[in-house]
Each structure stands twice: as C-alpha cells, then as structure tokens.
C-alpha cells in the first residue's frame, strides 16, 4: 500500500465510512510506515479532541445582556458633526478662492486671452465680468473701507487677509477638536460598559 492511499483511507477513517478490509490495509501500512503513524495518530488526536469537546450554549438572556449594553452605549453625535465641517470647510474654499480670484481677477483675464482654447470662454465670462465687476467693485469699495480701518493696526490689506484666513484656520480646529474630543469621549465610555 502507497502513503497516498494510506492518506485516503485516513480521511475515510476520520468520516467514519472506512469499512473493515480497508481498516486493517491501513493498519498494516501504519505498522510499517513511520511517518503515515504519525499522521494517523495526529488525526487520531484531533478527532478525540473534537468528540470530547461540547457544544457550549450561551447562558439563557445573554442576547438581552448585550442588548441592553449595546443600549446604554451613547449614540455618536459624528454624523451632524462631519456634516457642519464639510460645509464649513467647502464654505472657507470657496471663499479663499473668491478672493484669491477676485484679487488677481485682471492676470487671470489677460492669462487667458493670451490662450486661444479659452475663446469660447471668455466669450463667455468676458460680460459676467462687467457684472462680476459692478459687484465686486462695491465689495472691494467695502472691503477697502474695513481694510482702511483696520490698517490703522495693520499695514495693508494683505495682513487683513491673512488675519481672517488665520481666524478661519482658528475656527476650523477648534471645530475638528470639538469631533475628536466627542469622539475620544465616546470611546471611553464604551470601554467602561465593556470593563
Ligand atoms: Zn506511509
């Protein structure tokens, strides 16, 4: 008898479906074959391992258990949080875009013109920009007034800017550290139900 064979009639043994001719095959080749005896007895181990070991039932209202501990758990505030930062965020983008355009509004007009693939375009923006210009021009006029004052501190209008990008950046943090707060705080309280 071949190991390949003798591996078969293992696992025939191990379904229980090895019939009494093949039993005593294997067994003669497991008297004679070192390493099929070893298989044959690790085989042997597990299956009197598995025979021995007993179907644990979970204790009666163990789901209700973690039910209720699941319901003591506080319901995490993340998803309006996340929201708010997503349009707080998109808001400060396109704002900073505004005025970043708005500021160099003239070079990025004459960028391009001076590129013939954006012909249609400026076709198009071209009398958006008359309008863009009539508001922008009295939002400037205001901005301009604000900066002026706030100049008498600062000098320029750039420092303005930066000091609201930089208030904004503030706002922003404290907004991320209030979600990362909430969120630490909640994951302590879930290891206190669990100790
Ligand atoms: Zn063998």
Same mark, same amino acid.
């Given at each position: 008898m071949e190991c390949d064979a003798a591996g078969e009639y293992m696992m025939k043994y191990m379904d229980g479906i090895l019939s009494d001719h093949e039993a005593e095959l294997l067994n003669r080749h497991i008297g004679q074959c070192s390493r099929c005896k070893e298989d044959f007895l690790i085989y042997d181990g597990i299956m009197a391992d598995f025979s021995k070991m007993e179907i644990v039932e979970a204790p009666d209202g163990f789901e209700e258990l973690v039910m209720a501990k699941i319901r003591t758990l506080p319901?995490?505030?993340? +998803?309006?949080?996340?929201?708010?930062?997503v349009i707080w965020g998109a808001f400060s983008v396109l704002m900073g875009l505004g005025f970043i355009i708005t500021m160099n509004k003239e070079a990025i007009m004459e960028w391009l013109s001076l590129?013939?693939?954006?012909d249609s375009l400026m076709a198009y923006l071209q009398p958006l920009s008359v309008t863009v210009a009539n508001v922008s021009a009295s939002m400037t006029a205001s901005?301009?007034?604000? +900066?002026a004052q706030m100049s008498q501190v600062f000098s320029g209008f750039r420092y303005v800017l930066l000091v609201i990008f930089g208030l904004l950046a503030v706002v922003q943090y404290f907004v991320y550290r209030k979600a990362r707060f909430r969120s630490s705080d909640y994951s302590d309280e879930r290891d206190k139900v669990e100790a």
């Amino acid at each position: 008898m071949e190991c390949d064979a003798a591996g078969e009639y293992m696992m025939k043994y191990m379904d229980g479906i090895l019939s009494d001719h093949e039993a005593e095959l294997l067994n003669r080749h497991i008297g004679q074959c070192s390493r099929c005896k070893e298989d044959f007895l690790i085989y042997d181990g597990i299956m009197a391992d598995f025979s021995k070991m007993e179907i644990v039932e979970a204790p009666d209202g163990f789901e209700e258990l973690v039910m209720a501990k699941i319901r003591t758990l506080p319901v995490p505030e993340v +998803a309006t949080d996340s929201v708010l930062c997503v349009i707080w965020g998109a808001f400060s983008v396109l704002m900073g875009l505004g005025f970043i355009i708005t500021m160099n509004k003239e070079a990025i007009m004459e960028w391009l013109s001076l590129h013939p693939q954006f012909d249609s375009l400026m076709a198009y923006l071209q009398p958006l920009s008359v309008t863009v210009a009539n508001v922008s021009a009295s939002m400037t006029a205001s901005f301009q007034s604000m +900066a002026a004052q706030m100049s008498q501190v600062f000098s320029g209008f750039r420092y303005v800017l930066l000091v609201i990008f930089g208030l904004l950046a503030v706002v922003q943090y404290f907004v991320y550290r209030k979600a990362r707060f909430r969120s630490s705080d909640y994951s302590d309280e879930r290891d206190k139900v669990e100790a």
